[in-house]
C-alpha cells in the first residue's frame, strides 16, 4: 500500500517542552508557597481520573505526600475511573471553585477525547492546568508468549484472523486511537480485531501481563514493571529511545510500505476548574508555588526518577498551550473512536 504524507504531528521532546525546565537544580530560586487570605485551612481532595496502579493514579499518590509538605495541610487522593475521565471531569466542576478540589491525570488525550467523542458537556478551558510534569510515549507490545514478534506480524494476524486477535488499550487514550490508524491505513476492517478498552493503564497492563489479551498499545514508561512479560513492538515516536528496545513505529511499518502520523504521548500533571484561578487567583497561586516547590526537591526528584516518573515544572502558560494545542490535533482524528 503506497505511503501517505501526513502532517508532522511528532511528540518532540525539545519542542514540546521549549521553555520548560527540569527543577531539580533550582531549588534556591524557589520561595515557600503562599498561604494568602488564610488558604489552606483545611484538606485538599486530589481527585485522580483512573483507577488505582495507572501512572496517573501512582504520580497523584507519590506528589500528594510533597505538595501537602510544602502548601501545609494534608492532600487527600480519591480516584473516581470512568468514561475516559468524564467522570473525574464532571465532578471536579461540579465542587465548589474554592480551591479544595485538585485534579490529577493524564489530560492528554483523555480530556479532549471525552469531549470530542465521549459528548462530555465542557470544554478544555474550564479547567487551568498547573503543570504538566510527565510526558510519555506509547508502546506497541506483544505477550512474551503470543507469538508476535513484530507489528507487521500482528496487523497480518488481524487481517487474516478476523476476530481472534486481542488488544487492550485504555479508553480513549492515544494508544487507542493509534491501533485504529494503524487498522485504517493497512486497510483491515475495524471489526477484525478483537479490541478491550480499559478505564486505567493498571487493568490494560495486567491484561496483556497475564496472557488475556494479546497486545497492548499504551504508555511505555509506565510500562517497565511489566517489562519481562513483553515482546516490544514498536514505540510511537520518530526515533529509538534507549529504555526500549523497539523501532519507531513508521520504522516497524516500513515491510508493509505503511506509514502512520506519530500521535502526540501522554501529558500528566495537575490542574483545576478555571473559576478557581478567575475567582480565587491568589489560591491558584498557591497551589502552583506548593507543586513547583516540591519539584524543585531533591529528594522529590529521586524518588520520581526511582519510579521512572517525569518530574518537570513547565507552568500554567506553557501548560495551558499544550492542552488547546492537543485537542486541535485529536480533533482531526476523532472520527476513529466512535
Known sequence: MPKKNFAPFSFNMKSLL?????????LALIMPAAAADDYPERPINMVVGFGTGGSADRLARIMSGYIAE?????????????????????????????GYT??????A????NSILTGGANFSVDDFSYINFQWF?????????????????????????????????VVQGSAGHLMIRLLLEEAGIPQENLNLVTYNSGGEARSAVAGGQVDFVSISAQGSEGIREFLTPLAIV???RIDQWD????NEALAPMDLEVPVLQGSMRGFAVTSEVERQHPERFEALASAIQSALARKDVQEHLERNEMGGVWIGPERANELMRENYEVFEKYAHLLN
Not at 480519591?78 to 475516559?84: E, I, L, S, Y
Not at 505477550?143 to 507487521?152: A, F, H, I, T, V
Not at 523497539?246 to 513505529?249: E, S
Open 18 to 26: 521549549a521553555g520548560a525546565t527540569v527543577v531539580a537544580a533550582s
Open 70 to 98: 510544602e502548601i501545609g495541610v494534608p492532600v487527600q487522593v480519591t480516584n473516581r475511573p470512568g468514561a475516559g475521565t468524564q467522570v473525574a471531569s464532571n465532578y471536579v466542576l461540579n465542587m465548589p471553585d474554592d
Open 102 to 107: 485538585t485534579y490529577a491525570s493524564t489530560f
Open 109 to 112: 488525550p483523555y480530556l479532549a
Open 136 to 168: 510519555d510515549l506509547d508502546l506497541i507490545a506483544a505477550n512474551k508468549d503470543s507469538g508476535y514478534e513484530d507489528l507487521p506480524s500482528l496487523l497480518e494476524a488481524i487481517r487474516e484472523e478476523r476476530g481472534q486477535v486481542r488488544g487492550a
Open 237 to 239: 515516536s520518530d526515533e
Open 246 to 249: 523497539a523501532p519507531p513505529i
